[in-house]
């Protein structure tokens, strides 16, 4: 079973600060075929960042993906309000797996 | 705009049956494969079933093979989810999702998602 794995579980941040979301998966992406979304309550996910790094539309650019093979990060360069959801990772190179989702919270 | 709308959720009772609808409008629907994605009460989110946008090839996940079918009518694009012997874990919100044109994509359009729940 191909498994991604999200650290931290939650993670308490005020704004103004950066946050670093992890996601490590159990066998490399190919083709760097590795995805976040954002959820907030009530609402449907939102594709954030495709392709690893490719910001999707209209997403702002303190929103930043990288990595490789099995380690992936989301890296939110200045918080704002708004940013405090619910994140999850996805392949989508033939298993389409989510991660467990990490919760960005307000400190 | 595009646009994607789901219906069709409801109670059933467990080994009961139900059929999801998803309305897409606003792009060339058969040009987009098409996933269901579903989140239970509290939890993340976990797919489902996919199709390609001429309908010719389907994935389930294995805890849905032989009870759940997905399927897709590019004439009245719509997008279906045929889901029998429903068990109480099979409850949780069901979201449509159109990936990205491509060989593979992402889910780059969601619509609000069905509520289906199980229970007797």
């Known amino acids: 079973e191909i498994v991604l794995t999200q650290s931290p579980g939650t993670l308490s941040l005020s704004p103004g600060e950066r946050a670093t979301l992890s996601c490590r998966a159990s066998?490399?992406?190919?083709?760097?075929?590795l995805g976040w979304y954002q959820q907030k309550p009530g609402q449907a996910p939102r594709l954030l960042i495709y392709g690893v790094s490719k910001r999707a539309t209209g997403i702002p650019d303190r929103f930043s993906g990288s990595g490789s093979g099995t380690d992936f990060t989301l890296t939110i360069s200045r918080l704002e309000p708004e940013d405090f959801a619910v994140y999850y990772c996805?392949?989508?190179?033939?298993?389409?797996?989510f991660g467990q989702g990490t919760k960005l919270e307000i400190k | 705009e595009v646009q994607l709308v789901e219906s069709g959720g409801g109670v059933v009772q467990p080994g009961g049956s139900l059929r999801l609808s998803c309305a897409a409008s606003?792009?060339?629907?058969?040009?987009?494969?098409m996933h269901w994605v579903r989140q239970a009460p509290g939890k993340g989110l976990e797919w489902v079933s996919g199709i390609t946008g001429d309908g010719g090839i389907t994935d389930h996940a294995a805890s849905m093979k032989g009870r759940f079918t997905i399927s897709r009518d590019n004439f009245k694009n719509t997008l279906y989810l045929q889901m029998n012997s429903l068990r109480v874990e099979d409850t949780a919100v069901y979201y449509c999702?159109?990936?990205?044109?491509?060989?593979?994509?992402?889910?780059?359009?969601w619509g609000q998602g069905t509520m289906v729940t199980v229970s007797s």
């Open positions: 606003g792009f060339a629907f058969s040009s987009h494969a």
């Open positions: 996805q392949r989508y190179d033939g298993s389409f797996t």
């Open positions: 066998q490399s992406v190919s083709s760097n075929y």
């Open positions: 999702a159109r990936r990205q044109v491509g060989p593979t994509g992402a889910y780059e359009t």
